[in-house]
């Protein structure tokens, strides 16, 4: 198995930076959802999501971004912004419904001043380093499928045999159960 890419983070004013360098991916997703999970309560509740190196992302990260911003809007406070998201990226984000849940910055007009300090800015996430039991990743993709199926009906077909797999293997591991 690869190493999972790295998730440089970092504040920036008000906002939360979180970079992929490289693949999003069920890989990185625990160490994002941790990421978000510890920031929120914290009291953060500006994200962006820089994709400028990341090639692609598979629907685990994909949900892993949603449910974060589903649980914000449920909160009635903050975002998830997605920005440098190239072609592939952009029309992943498209065709399964997300760029209503996400904000995402098609031109490049959103937080010019920031996309120039980052650099400076960000660290690797702490969060989730530690190797992530085979239970947690599972119940992971899990929530991660079913937020994209809240966030578009559309998505329920797409994404059915997976979450009834994962269901399954759940079921037979308990102690896998999903916090979510």
């Known amino acids: 198995m690869t190493t999972p890419a790295p998730i440089l983070v970092g504040q920036i004013g008000q906002l939360f930076w979180m970079r992929v360098d490289g693949k999003g991916s069920f890989q990185n997703s625990v160490q994002v959802k941790r990421c978000f999970q510890t920031m929120i309560e914290k009291g953060e509740r500006h994200f962006v999501i820089d994709l400028e190196r990341c090639p692609i992302m598979d629907s685990t990260f994909l949900g892993t971004l949603t449910g974060a911003a589903l649980n914000l809007r449920e ?13 592939r990226n952009q029309q992943l984000l498209t065709s399964l419904g997300l760029d209503h849940i996400l904000d995402v910055d098609h031109d490049g007009s959103k937080f010019c001043n920031e996309r120039k300090q980052v650099c400076n800015e960000l660290n690797t996430c702490a ?3 530690s190797p992530c039991p085979k239970e947690e990743q599972a119940a992971q ?7 994209l199926t809240q966030a578009n009906a559309e ?15 759940l079921r037979l591991n308990p102690a896998a159960s999903p916090a979510r």
């Open 127 to 129: 969060d989730g380093m």
């Open 75 to 87: 909160s009635g406070n903050g975002e998830v912004s997605v920005l440098n998201a190239n072609s």
């Open 141 to 147: 993709v899990l929530a991660a499928h079913e937020a």
């Open 155 to 169: 998505n329920a077909v797409r994404f059915r045999d997976v979450i009834e797999f994962l269901e399954q293997e």
